[in-house]
């Protein structure tokens, strides 16, 4: 009896009514929007010049004229599909050396102490090489791309392998699974949570890298129009192609979030 | 009749340290045998060498038949479905009717789409019995199963396996530190000590049995681990 009343006196404590959580959203509101109009007001009274930042309304204008002339769009392709191969081609080399390394012991004896040694280089730090060994053209942008996601998901998904429950392993082999069968219940589903967590951190990567790979020399796709841009002073458009990369990198998080929340249905909440 | 455990010589050092020294057991088909002992005795090393999981041994240990097993933890994969959890392994097309049936016998039968992590330490631990003889095993390893179970669910839990094992008939080894539950349960108790068996007790009284009809034999297996019970207390 005792433990039921402790129970629901606690509840009000630890969940805020809704009142208060409703009033909560606006009000973290105030800040951003008062830093935008004091950014409008810089603008407007000349204290801020068009040639070190546009006005945000400036900004809005020139989104919407790019968006209209197609500009921003055929930009926005390009870059998209930079990423996509380079995730593709990244993922596919992190997943299968994770795979081989995770799950047999001469994988991991000959697989992992290179992986290891060449992912203390910094990736970004290869653009010379990569430029040298691939030219200017598209091969080193999705080379950085995919370096910059097959070593997070290597790592991830390797030790998510390891992590495994020696004591699942244990009971499924006593209970008659077969090798394969342990693989595909066992040990790849305890995994699927630091591989998630990998894939994450591979996203954060390729964006960050497609960023890098644009600056060095691009005839196409956002860097491009924010290098374009620059030439000609034009900070609202930078600041729009910023904006686009912010935005694409909250995307695919959110994807990833929603993969989660998907794929991890069986975990207690 | 071919025994269902036969276990000779059998000694497991870790290094330097001697786990099982020379330890003789045969066990009937269809008997319940406790194997009771402090923690560090042997008795885990010993079930897990009749399981199959520790091959590294000297000495014989020959289980002819099937073994099936539950732990302590249920281990139940959290991410499969409490029906799949039983119905995975048995290679069977009618795996879901099989494990329908097997959970029906733990009273389960409403958890079959439930995610494992959110059942009752005890209910998990009827999944685990469920998965455990749905393999219809000649031989049920039970490694303290009860021993993470509150003093209330861990009752429940004996008559369970009572009834189960009067049903299905499998040999039960289980292992355990409860004097009370051994002698509830089983018809002989091995008590283990530093990797022997110093003493075996044949437990004839009739079934199901009560907590009073045991205390006298109680004092008995209590003197040979070491444990003196005084009247006064």
Not at chain 1, 29 to 42: C, E, G, H, K, T
Not at chain 1, 120 to 145: D, M, N, Q, R, S
Request: glycine share 8%.
């Amino acid at each position: 009896m005792t433990l039921s009343i402790a129970g629901v006196a606690a509840r009000p404590k630890s969940v805020p009514p809704k009142q208060a959580r409703k009033l909560k959203l606006p009000l973290r509101w105030i800040s951003p929007i008062a830093l935008v109009l004091l950014w409008q007001l810089a603008s407007s009274t000349g204290v801020l010049s068009p040639d070190k930042l546009a006005s945000p309304v400036t900004i809005a204008e020139s989104a919407g004229e790019l968006i209209a002339d197609g500009q921003l769009g055929d930009a926005f392709a390009v870059s998209i599909t930079r990423v996509f191969f380079g995730f593709l081609l990244g993922g596919l080399v992190g997943v299968v050396l994770g795979l081989a390394s995770g799950l047999s012991r001469w994988g991991e004896t000959l697989l992992d102490p290179p992986v290891q040694m060449l992912r203390t280089l910094p990736h970004l730090g290869l653009i010379p090489l990569f430029i040298l060994w691939f030219g200017i053209g598209e091969e080193p942008k999705l080379a950085l791309v995919a370096s910059g996601v097959a070593f997070p998901l290597y790592l991830n998904l390797h030790a998510g392998i390891r992590q495994t429950d020696p004591g699942l392993v244990e009971a499924a082999k006593v209970l008659g699974y077969s090798r394969f069968e342990r693989i595909v219940h066992v040990v790849l589903p305890s995994a699927v949570p630091q591989t998630l967590v990998g894939l994450r951190i591979a996203f954060g990567t390729a964006w960050l890298s497609l960023i890098v790979a644009e600056q060095i020399n691009a005839d196409a796709g956002l860097g491009f129009l924010i290098n374009n841009a620059r030439e000609f002073l034009r900070t609202d458009v930078v600041v729009v192609g910023l904006v686009v990369y912010a935005l694409l990198g909250l995307t695919t998080d959110a994807l990833v979030r929603l993969l989660e929340r998907r794929v991890l249905r069986w975990q207690k909440r | 009749m071919a025994k269902a455990v036969s276990v000779r010589g059998l000694t497991k050092a870790f290094g330097p340290r001697t786990v099982l020294d020379g330890i003789d057991l045969e066990v009937e088909p269809g008997e319940f045998v406790a194997l009771l002992g402090r923690s560090g005795c042997g008795k885990s090393t010993l079930l897990r060498i009749l399981a199959g999981l520790d091959r590294e041994v000297q000495g014989r240990a020959e289980v002819p038949g099937t073994v099936s097993i539950a732990f302590q933890q249920p281990r139940l994969l959290p991410w499969r479905k409490v029906w799949k959890n039983i119905a995975l392994g048995l290679h069977r097309p009618d795996g879901r009717a099989v494990a329908l049936k097997a959970l029906e016998e733990v009273r389960l039968t409403d958890h079959a789409d439930a995610w494992p992590l959110t059942l009752s330490g005890g209910e998990a631990q009827r999944v685990s019995l469920a998965r455990a003889l749905v393999r219809e095993p000649d031989v049920l390893l039970l490694d303290e199963p009860f021993g993470a179970l509150d003093a209330l669910t861990r009752l429940a839990m004996h008559h369970l396996v009572e009834d189960l094992w009067i049903r299905h008939k499998p040999a039960v080894l289980l292992v355990t530190h409860d004097v009370d539950e051994a002698l509830l349960l089983a018809d002989r108790i091995l008590v283990l000590d530093e990797g022997r068996i110093v003493a075996t007790h044949h437990v004839d009284l009739p079934r199901p049995r009560r907590r009073a009809s045991v205390v006298e034999q109680r004092t008995r297996v209590l003197a040979d681990l070491g444990v003196d019970v005084e009247e006064a207390a």
